[in-house]
């Protein structure tokens, strides 16, 4: 079997192909009839065609020879990186998550692979065809983003939130998101804007890209984003073929956007530096706990009250549980542990090195200047954010493809006769084709089923019908049983049945998801709250002694949480033990200054024993 020049060819070109498919696709990605419109459906993009990425750039090198497309460092950085990735799964807190990923932000071991994956296919893309075909399609991902923002600024977004605030969130349902976002297509759409070797029509495209981006960053108000805007930025103005085009479009930005985003409210904030400075500190506390392999993937909001102390509890409560660390080296080393870390940190600098070397070379086109200054405004938003499932695939892709121009190829392939080559490539070929149809069936399915069974899980919260609720929420668990929050969903709406037995049901449902993630927060919670509520019901000595020891278990493992005292109070109390009422409803006030709840009881008992006396 015979490889020819146009097979090598057409093999070269599928990555680019591909990379470009994810591009558009995980920005245009939606679901309004969701739960989560957003998420479910960009994941379905993001896992089939990072798979495919993956496949088609092993492909790539099965069909070509010369060198090998990595030199020595990044092969030695890769295996480190896969090595302490292993390591980090294998003890994993949260054992089944860990590999998946959950699905609230699917960065488990798949998606540490798919960027790996992506990275390697994008080194194997050595021409200038391959990056016109990225960004180009960065061009078109681009301009989505900007008409989004603007229809949302202008009062019709393309999905409906509920949200507190008044920032942009786009395609992406998430302010943050959309920022980094906006960073990494604006920068590869002015790129194309000011190269003068593209068509007028993609040239004036791509502005209108560049220009709706900007809007996009200033409209979310990330101060992630607007850090890295500003470093893609410096990196443009290195380039003097663009240097003026960059002082322009700033001008034109601060007149306007600035304006624009002030007059919306996108730049006000509840909390300021400090609430980033705080989270940090919590980080660093868990690191400290699990210094050499960390908490796994998808760990960290299992491992996050390790590190809260009173004074985090006062003054931001936990309404909302973390589940990621507000900046990439210390998300990645709660994840991977400090080593894996210091690996990835190395990589990332490495990369970092280079696209800021190629954004000054003289030979490096406007559109190859557009594309590095994205990434590196990317890369350096992720020191106040953290790695995206949605976005660092393709960003990683993009990267590799750049350094592919930077770096060039690693070590020449060793000799080897050209029979034994070819029976080796057409064996390596069927067995890749075969494992890749595999995994993109597999991701197809569960990724297809979880968008089913998110749009069951919506209809079950909008339906006024409480049978019928309940039925779309069993249903919702039928198609995708491995996720916890469509069993607590189902769990809630059985409990709103009013019976003892809807209710036993509910605890039925959470006692399933405590199989699926054991030390999962939320769930060991609700476990407690709805045994609490049976208490109520039923009255038993029973009910209540099960009720009171998993309120105390909760707190034993994190005392500072001031709604689990207040709750713990109140099992307490259902069993006469007032000893434990006062001391829990006690440390409540002491956690929750600002809530009357806890000090109404305690007034409550006092009244109360005064009464008896």
Do not use: N
Not at 361 to 373: C, E, I, N, W
């Amino acid at each position: 079997m015979s490889v020819g020049p146009d097979s090598i060819s057409h093999a070269r070109a599928t990555p680019a192909w591909l990379i470009a498919a994810l591009a558009v696709g995980v920005v245009v990605a939606m679901d309004p009839g969701g739960w989560s419109p957003f998420g479910p459906a960009k994941w379905l993009v993001v896992s089939v065609i990072g798979v495919a990425i993956a496949a088609a750039g092993i492909a790539s090198r099965l069909s070509a020879d010369g060198p090998s497309p990595l030199t020595r460092p990044e092969r030695l950085l890769l295996v480190a990186l896969l090595a302490f990735l292993a390591l980090s799964s294998v003890r994993a807190l949260d054992g089944r998550y860990a590999w998946w990923g959950t699905p609230e932000r699917h960065f488990g071991t798949l998606t540490w692979l798919l960027v790996i994956g992506a990275y390697l296919a994008g080194r194997t893309l050595p021409t200038a065809t391959d990056r016109r075909v990225v960004a180009r399609a960065m061009v078109v991902g681009g301009s989505w983003i900007g008409l989004a923002a603007t229809a949302e600024l202008a009062g019709r977004p393309l999905v409906a939130l509920a949200a507190a605030t008044d920032r942009l969130t786009g395609p992406f349902g998430s302010a943050a998101y959309l920022g980094a976002a906006a960073v990494l297509f604006g920068g590869a759409s002015f790129g194309v804007a000011t190269d003068r070797s593209e068509p007028t029509s993609w040239r004036c495209a791509a502005l209108g890209a560049s220009l709706g981006c900007s809007l996009a960053v200033l409209g979310s108000g990330s101060r992630a984003a607007l850090v890295g805007a500003v470093v893609a930025g410096a990196a443009l103005l290195r380039q003097r073929r663009v240097r003026g085009s960059v002082i322009a479009a700033v001008v034109a930005v601060a007149c306007v956007g600035l304006a624009v985003a002030a007059s919306a409210g996108v730049l006000s904030r509840s909390h300021g530096w400090g609430s980033r400075l705080d989270e940090w500190r919590v980080a660093t506390a868990v690191i400290a706990e699990h210094p050499w392999t960390g908490v796994g993937p998808e760990g960290y909001r299992l491992a996050f009250a390790e590190g809260v102390d009173d004074a985090y509890e006062q003054r931001y409560g936990r309404d909302v549980l973390p589940d990621r660390a507000h900046s990439a080296p210390l998300d990645v080393a709660v994840t991977l542990g400090v080593p894996g870390a210091v690996a990835w940190s190395i990589g990332v600098a490495a990369a970092l090195r280079h696209l800021w070397s190629l954004s000054r070379r003289r030979a490096s086109s406007p559109m190859v200047v557009g594309l590095a200054a994205g990434c590196i405004g990317y890369l350096a938003q992720q020191v106040l954010l953290f790695p995206l499932a949605e976005l660092d695939p393709l960003v990683w892709a993009v990267v590799g493809l750049l350094m592919t121009e930077s770096l060039g190829t690693g070590a020449p392939a060793r000799p080897t006769s050209a029979r034994v080559t070819r029976s080796q490539r057409a064996t390596a070929r069927l067995g890749l084709a075969v494992a890749t149809v595999a995994a993109v069936v597999v991701v197809s399915v569960m990724s297809v089923r979880e968008v089913a069974a998110d749009r069951l899980a919506q209809r079950a919260r909008s339906d006024a019908t409480a049978l019928a609720a309940v039925d779309a929420a069993e249903r919702a668990v039928s198609m995708r049983g491995d996720i916890v929050r469509y069993r607590l969903l189902s769990a809630r709406l059985h409990e709103r049945l009013g019976s003892l037995a809807g209710l036993d049901a509910g605890l039925a449902e959470v006692e399933a998801a405590l199989e699926i993630s054991p030390l999962d927060p939320v769930a060991r919670a609700e476990r407690a709250r709805l045994l609490s509520v049976r208490t109520s019901i039923t009255g038993t000595a029973e009910d209540g002694a099960a009720a009171l020891d998993a309120w105390r278990t909760l707190v034993g493992e994190d005392p500072h949480h001031a709604d689990w005292q207040l709750a713990l109070g109140l099992a307490a109390a259902a069993v006469d033990d007032t000893g434990v009422a006062r001391a829990a409803w006690e440390r409540a006030v002491a956690l929750s200054p600002g809530d009357d709840s806890a000090r109404r009881l305690l007034d409550g008992l006092a009244a109360g024993s005064a009464a008896g006396a």
